[in-house]
Nanobody, 120 residues
Framework: QVQVAESGGNLVQSGGSLTLSCAAS????????MGWYRQAPGKQRELVGS???????VYADSVKGRFTISNGNVKNTASLQMNSLRPEDTATYYC??????????????WGQGTQVTVSS
């Protein structure tokens, strides 16, 4: 089994910065990518961005130029650096990891989420 855990959520003022971390652990043969989704109350979960094991990144238009996703220095970790935060960035942020465990096709694993609240 694979576990994914996020950390770093907090309350921050508009215009501020925050860094979220994600770590995957357990039966990991190969980690292909890590990504971040977010879900605000009453809204659908949406992709924030992702990074592959070869450092290719993808971002939602709403966060381009403000957010940066990168692989961590520690194996099987990633971070989400968020700058110029806006009240509309308020949401629960979820990390997702695409993992091969050595048998069968790669699978996605979700974290439990971490709350980010941006005050105006």
């Amino acid at each position: 089994q694979v576990q994914v855990a996020e950390s770093g959520g907090n309350l921050v003022q508009s215009g501020g910065s925050l860094t979220l971390s994600c770590a995957a652990s357990g039966r990991i043969f190969s980690l292909h990518s890590m990504g971040w989704y977010r879900q605000a109350p009453g809204k659908q979960r949406e992709l924030v961005g992702s990074v592959t094991s070869t450092n290719t990144t993808v971002y939602a238009d709403s966060v381009k130029g403000r957010f940066t996703i990168s692989n961590g220095n520690v194996k099987n970790t990633a971070s989400l650096q968020m700058n110029s935060l806006r009240p509309e960035d308020t949401a629960t942020y979820y990390c997702i990891a695409l993992v091969s465990s050595g048998t069968g096709p790669p699978q996605y694993y979700w974290g439990q989420g971490t709350q980010v609240t941006v005050s105006s």
